[in-house]
């Protein structure tokens, strides 16, 4: 009997707090932290099944019409066995939770970049050598590629508007309208999306380099046409994600085809160059925020519009607004999206859709509001702290804003900040601080693990990913803390479709939700050993590898002899959401240096404090924050992907001219976590964490850069050229 | 990559006997294999000169003698590098990412190719990949292309920054003919502005192998090297001065100003120096030679900034220098 658990209503419960093994909440290490460091840990592209053979993508050179007049003299080429141009190849990667087919084909290019064939040779070399020869031909279409240079449509579902704003405006004492612009950016996770592909004549067994493995294998057996149950995807493994690989991507699909085409099994790894293209990228924005606040800073009005893009058909709109919804009280709001239909490659997700970059424009926003006003940016912040959800009416499910952002400031030493700009200066350099909130929505996604029990050792089995961000290490911790077993009598298997099939890794979701799937299922075995006991589970005390109850003590493995317990854990959504507004909430503050010479910044701390629920893992949790922060660095300062004016290629795909923030330019990072008990998080109380830390911390640098030289950046990243217009 | 041989001759006789024959000289690879994975380049032949014994590093009348195949790293690690040169150990250390400059060598890092992303993309058009088919950086994005000394065939950047600062000490190049026969090169001779036939970047012929660079004593003890770029490492410069400076009685004697992320090739403005030599400091002063320096430069749309930038900095490493 599998136990379940629909999230209605609030658990107070606090069922963790009492538990007594001590390993939940930790700083352990993760258990798959070896096997990676020395090279054991098999991603997707290193097995080596006997008959592996290569294939190499080729990218379509323009939009349009598109054929290979010497597929058939490649063909020949020397070790080549296949030059594949199958409709069911897909355009792009699918998008997140797709679970069907994303779109498909290669006989015309919607972007350039576009995968239209597959080459497969017995040797990488030779497949790539292969897909360099194929000549690829397109009829050139003249395809809108600026954002800017096209009538965006107006999605119903995304204009919102309550109050009167133009009356509020009229009658506010301070009034702010500016327009913000971000960069396409891209996942840049460090493992390229790879596949091994094997087929038995009925079965597709797929190594992937995937995040949500149940959608994945519907989407992989959509886009072949071949019964899902006949579909297994393993991963693992994952070498990061941060959202490119949420859907499969075109190498599954072509790798899949291959290996059915021919019989062997067929490795497709996307070249550093590819993973830019093929996958989805996170949207330009221009932003337009509108603020009117009275003589205290409290907004009486709040309007957001963003304008995003996307190829024609995508369903996917960056969610700019996603986090103005419920970050500020405003009476009077309005938010408005915009999609430009335009043939850059496809747009989806990247860590924390939507907050990331509009978060980080607002928040630029309110500290521009604060400088107006002339109060404290925190203090603005406070004031505007809603008591409930500004649009719904619904309470907030926990609301620990105030208190990051005073554990924040004290911190980090607010206090001594002069509140003028250009107050320090050390020879050329100009220092500053700023700071930002952080807002992010937090969602709980359907579930399921299992847990075998066998005398004192437990296995945790879900088809869950860990992209890096410590489901291992979790998972292991909540089952050993119900249990109450020594961690290392915990084993975890992930990554694989034949079992239960957990949330899947994005959104920030999947340590609550399958973490939640995990502790339902310990809790169904502790109800196992109740009943074999005939007491409550609640009077059941386990402690390393023994059962406590009164004045007796018995070891698990003495009490079941051997005996196999399935322990079956199930979580859904259910009404909470409707019931209450649930969210995430931090505050980041930086230091930053601004050559008055240069217009180079350079960035000298950061410190973010978090309210995220329970922390099941300090180590990990605080990898997440530091991750995001540095994401942070890389939005204010470094990162933008520069398409082609003429044809929207993208001009600087590689990691020497697409500047992620490399060790030189990350100072020393400080993360602080705000104790939270959310009752509506479910029994675990814990909510999502991996992309909150991103979210307003460009903002926080941004600020810091106004307040060191005066210069207020609007277009990101603040490049030194923009820099030094700004500060001329 | 398209397949190809691979020698690496113990002799340099039969370096150039395989060079003459279509072979291309590797050393550290750094640049070139990554070129040949994209089919940017395609020889033939590797000639990989790592065992011709020209790693060394000397003291010849009163300069240096640096080996063609001795590697950025060592090269800035060089006791009399960093007390006689250290614009140069600053330049290296500037330039790529420790990896990096562990196989990186002095010959190599000379001829590395540009950073141009169009001459990057085989689906674009490059008159330096392939001449006569167009440049593709005109009329797309040129935010780090030539302000000076390219044409309407090539506005591409040489990406080095050791060069720069070679070229503000006056090296020469060592080069050894396909029949033996050495000679030597100044570095400005070296290097070949694009004008019509930007896939010609430099006086080497086929079978030609660099196997030394010469400095002679540095004309100036103070030196600077300073580099702006996007990132705090890893980053090809926007703009980079190298300095070599002299002064007398306060007045500036010698002046050897050489400049990276500006133009095809680290570029050097005998104008500006004059203007400066002889001269006492000041703000105005230096301002000037900015307007000198830049007087002829005609940027890309998206390099207009380099102008400005150029002017600041150039200011900026003057004044450290004379103070």
């Not at chain 1, 098999?42 to 008959?51: K, L, M, S």
């Not at chain 1, 141009?85 to 498909?104: F, H, K, L, S, T």
């Not at chain 1, 994600?241 to 991507?249: A, E, H, Q, R, V």
């Not at chain 2, 691979?6 to 750094?30: F, I, K, Q, W």
Request: hydrophobic share 40%.
């Amino acid at each position: 009997m599998t136990l379940d658990l629909k999230l209605d209503a609030p658990d107070e419960a606090n069922r963790a707090d009492d538990l007594v093994q001590g390993v939940l909440g930790h700083e352990n290490e993760r258990p798959d932290g070896l096997s990676k460091a020395i090279g054991a840990a098999t991603y997707a592209a290193e097995p080596r099944p006997d008959g592996l053979l290569h294939g190499f993508l080729v990218r379509a050179p323009g939009i349009g019409a598109v054929s290979c007049s010497n597929a058939n003299s490649v063909r020949e080429m020397e070790g080549v066995r296949l030059v594949l141009r199958d409709p069911r190849m897909i355009r792009n990667a699918a998008q997140g939770a797709a679970n069907e087919a994303p779109v498909q084909g290669v006989d015309r290019a919607e972007y350039v970049g576009q995968p239209v064939a597959l080459v497969v040779a017995d040797s990488f070399e030779q497949a790539r050598h292969a897909a360099q020869a194929l000549e690829v031909e397109v009829e050139t279409d003249d395809a809108p590629v600026d954002p800017e240079a096209v009538t965006a449509e107006k999605p119903d579902g995304r204009q919102t508007a309550q109050g009167d704003l133009d009356a509020a405006r009229r009658d506010a004492a301070h009034v702010l309208d500016r327009t913000y612009t971000t960069s396409s950016m891209v996942s840049a996770a460090m493992e390229p999306h790879a596949a091994t592909a094997e087929w038995d004549g009925t079965r597709l067994v797929l190594r992937g380099s995937l995040q949500m493995l149940k959608y994945n294998r519907n989407e992989l057996a959509d886009s072949l046409g071949i019964a899902p149950e006949n579909v297994r995807i393993l991963a693992p493994y994952v070498g990061g994600g941060f959202g490119s690989k949420l859907g499969i991507s075109a190498e599954c699909v072509a790798a899949a085809l291959a290996a059915i085409e021919l019989g062997r099994p067929i490795r497709v790894v996307q070249h550093r160059r590819q993973v830019f293209e093929m996958n989805t990228r996170r949207s330009e924005t221009r932003q337009r925020i509108r603020l009117a606040a009275d003589r205290q800073g409290r907004l009486t009005a709040l309007e957001h519009e963003a304008l995003v893009s996307n190829l024609p058909d995508e369903t996917f709109a960056e969610p700019v607004l996603q986090g103005s919804h419920f970050a500020y009280a405003a009476p009077n709001r309005a938010l408005r999206m915009h999609v430009a239909r335009i043939h850059r490659p496809a747009a989806g997700s990247v860590r924390a859709p939507g907050e990331a970059v509009g978060v980080t424009a607002f928040e630029v926003a309110m500290d521009e509001l604060a400088v107006a006003t002339g109060i404290d940016p925190v203090e603005l912040r406070l004031r505007n702290i809603p008591d409930k959800d500004p649009e719904a009416g619904i309470p907030f499910s926990s609301h620990r804003l105030k208190a990051a952002l005073s554990e924040g400031a004290r911190r980090f030493g607010w206090a001594d900040r002069p509140s003028p700009p250009r107050q320090r200066r050390e020879g050329e350099w100009w220092i500053g601080t700023g700071m930002a909130a952080a807002f992010r929505v937090n969602a709980i996604m359907e579930a399921q693990a299992r847990i075998l029990l066998t005398g004192d050792r437990a296995v945790v089995e879900t088809d869950m990913t860990d992209i890096g961000t410590g489901s291992y290490a979790i998972f292991q911790q909540i089952a050993a803390e119900l249990l109450g077993l020594p961690l290392e009598r915990v084993k975890v298997r992930l990554g694989d479709t034949e079992l239960p099939p957990g949330s899947g890794s994005g959104g920030s979701f999947g340590a609550a939700s399958t973490g939640t799937a995990v502790w339902m299922a310990g809790m169904d075995l502790r109800r196992q050993i109740a009943r074999a006991l005939a007491c409550d589970e609640a009077d059941l005390t386990l402690k390393d590898g023994t059962i406590i109850r009164g004045n007796t003590r018995r070891s698990l493995a003495e009490a079941f002899d051997g005996t196999v317990l399935t322990g079956d854990g199930h979580v859904q959504p259910g009404d909470a959401q409707q019931k209450v507004r649930q969210a995430t909430f931090g505050a980041h503050f930086a230091e930053v240096a601004v050559s008055d010479v240069t217009g180079e910044i350079r960035m000298r701390r950061m410190h973010g404090s978090f309210a995220a629920g329970r922390i099941l893992n300090p180590r990990t949790a605080r990898s997440q924050c530091h991750g995001g922060m540095i994401w942070g660095i890389g939005m204010a300062l470094t990162e933008a992907v520069t398409h082609d004016r003429r044809d929207g290629h993208m001009v600087n795909r590689d990691f020497a001219e697409y500047h992620l923030p490399v060790n030189a330019d990350v100072p020393p990072l400080d993360v602080h976590f705000i104790e939270e008990r959310d009752p509506w998080a479910g029994p675990l109380q814990a909510k999502g964490i991996g992309e909150l830390g991103i979210c307003g911390a460009g903002a926080a640098i941004l600020n810091a850069v106004h307040h060191a030289c005066g210069a207020r950046l609007r277009d990101f990243p603040a490049t030194p050229d923009r820099v030094l217009a700004a500060l001329v | 990559m398209k397949p190809f041989d691979y020698v690496r001759p113990g002799e340099r006789s039969s370096a150039h006997e395989a060079a003459r024959d279509g072979g291309r000289y590797v050393a550290g690879g750094t640049n070139l294999i990554d070129l040949m994975k994209l089919e940017v380049m395609t020889p033939d032949t590797l000639v990989d000169i790592s065992r011709l014994d020209l790693d060394g590093i000397e003291t010849v009348d009163g300069g240096l003698r640096i080996g063609a195949t001795l590697t950025n790293s060592d090269l800035a690690a060089d006791p009399r590098v960093r007390r006689d040169y250290p614009v140069l150990a600053r330049a290296l250390l500037a330039g790529a990412s420790g990896q990096l400059r562990n196989k990186a060598t002095t010959g190599g890092n000379l001829l590395q190719r540009t950073r141009c992303p169009y001459f990057y993309d085989t689906d674009t058009n490059c008159n330096k990949r392939t001449p006569g088919s167009g440049c593709a950086a005109i009329g797309g994005e040129t935010r780090n292309h030539a302000v000076l000394g390219a044409s309407e065939h090539c506005i591409a950047l040489h990406p080095s920054d050791m060069a720069v600062a070679l070229r503000a000490l006056d090296a020469t190049v060592e080069v050894e003919g396909p029949d033996g026969a050495p000679r030597e090169i100044a570095l400005p001779d070296l290097y070949r502005l694009p004008g019509a036939t930007p896939h010609i970047e430099t006086s080497l012929a086929p079978g030609d192998l660099i196997t030394a660079v010469r400095l002679p004593a540095p004309s100036g003890d103070r030196q600077v090297y300073r580099k702006v770029r996007d990132r705090a490492s890893y980053a090809f410069a926007l703009l980079s001065v190298g300095a070599v400076l002299r002064m007398e009685n306060g007045r500036i004697a010698q002046a050897a100003l050489a400049f990276g992320g500006l133009a095809p090739q680290p570029w050097r403005d005998r104008e500006v120096e004059a203007l400066l030599t002889a001269e006492t400091p000041s703000d105005a002063l230096f301002e000037k030679a900015g307007e000198v320096l830049l007087a002829k430069a005609d940027p890309p749309p998206g390099a207009a900034f380099k102008l400005p930038l150029t002017k600041r900095v150039l200011k900026a490493v003057l004044t450290e220098a004379t103070q």
